[in-house]
């Protein structure tokens, strides 16, 4: 087994403020992790290339990434309260947004087995026509759109502690992507609410679990058990892809649930499963204790592996089953 990472030192160049959570050491830590956990020999490592226009604009229309390079040429600037364009920022992005791209270019090669796109910035709120939330371009979307145009199925799992409400948008009318988001309630940005399931085409190919806070890794193994399994299997994507947001871990100073590092393999181990080999992609998107991050990504990877990495035990349950049985329901997923 073997997994493509793929990422970039130019990465550490997105700077958003000395003081603003979304920081490069957040990529340092991930990349620390994944080496504690050993995995080098198992690793093959890629670079990504800018994402060409034809594939930014499936998702971002022109006139918006036109709006962000002008911003660029002027040497940045702030977008929103918590989104920071600085100088090294829209390469950053450009090259987290074609990070997906090569990945499903290596594993369509047979390069390895499932990938993980250690970028940032992150993606999963930035909308179609709007950045914010720590995001310029929303990269798990720019892939989806590519495999979907192509003619896969595909299936965005989102287990970032936040809704990915770009994400959503993105494919809300869209029957050939399914989205589901298990993600804290009520948290930023505000949407992700439990009757949030589509619009026309893609009606019902929308399903979010908006977890109390306090719910922790038996409440998730249940919901991937129970909900997602049940709703990506009748789906039957061609290819799998996460939002792997670690800020849903205990320690995030963001957030207020409960997961760790040992819940984090748990849930990948049960995601690998879901798909054929060589048909998974992970991108990172939240976390924001570096400790906390390193230890989840690299439990997260090994887990991708089948190796057993667990720096944190898995935790017991707290508040949400009554949200998952619920959504079980109103998406007739029952057994």
């Not at 796109?117 to 310029?136: D, K, Q």
């Not at 949407?191 to 806070?213: F, M, Q, R, S, Y």
């Not at 879901?274 to 992609?281: A, E, M, T, W």
């Not at 991050?293 to 089948?306: C, M, T």
């Amino acid at each position: 087994m073997s997994v493509l990472l793929v990422t970039d030192e130019r990465f550490l160049d997105h700077v958003a403020g000395r003081s603003h959570p979304e920081r490069p050491a957040r990529l340092t830590a991930v990349l620390d992790g994944i080496a504690a956990a050993g995995l080098d020999d198992a690793l093959v490592r890629r670079a990504p290339s800018p994402v060409a226009d034809v594939d930014l604009f499936r998702v971002h229309p022109a006139g918006h990434v036109e709006s962000l390079v002008d911003l660029d040429s002027a040497g940045g600037g702030r977008l929103d309260p918590d989104t920071v364009m600085g100088p090294g920022s829209w390469l950053a992005a450009r090259l987290a947004a074609g990070a997906g791209l090569v990945a499903i270019d290596g594993l369509r090669n047979g390069d390895a087995d499932v990938a993980f796109c250690a970028v940032r910035p992150p993606g999963h709120h930035a909308t179609p026509t709007r950045t914010m939330g720590f995001c310029l371009l929303n990269n798990v979307a720019v892939a989806a759109a590519a495999l979907a145009d192509a003619g896969e199925r595909v299936a965005i799992v989102d287990i970032d502690a936040h809704h990915g409400n770009g994400t959503q948008e993105a494919f809300v009318a869209d029957g050939r992507v399914l989205f589901v988001s298990c993600h804290q309630w009520p948290l930023y940005p505000g949407t992700g609410a439990a009757d949030e399931i589509g619009i026309g085409d893609g009606t019902g190919t929308t399903i979010n679990v908006p977890l109390p806070a306090g719910a922790a890794g038996d409440t998730y193994r249940y919901a991937m058990d129970a909900l997602v399994a049940p709703a990506v299997e009748r789906f039957a994507p061609d290819w799998i892809l996460v939002s792997a947001g670690f800020d849903a871990h205990r320690a995030d100073p963001l957030t207020d649930l409960g997961l760790s590092a040992g819940d984090y393999a748990d849930l990948m181990g049960r995601l690998t499963g879901l798909v054929p080999k060589g048909r998974l992609i992970a991108f990172l998107e939240g976390g924001y204790d570096l400790g906390a991050l390193a230890d989840s990504a690299g439990a997260f990877v090994a887990a991708a592996l089948g190796v057993r990495y667990s720096p944190e035990a898995t935790t017991g349950e707290g508040p949400g089953r009554d949200v998952v049985d619920a959504q079980v329901a109103r998406h007739g997923l029952a057994s």
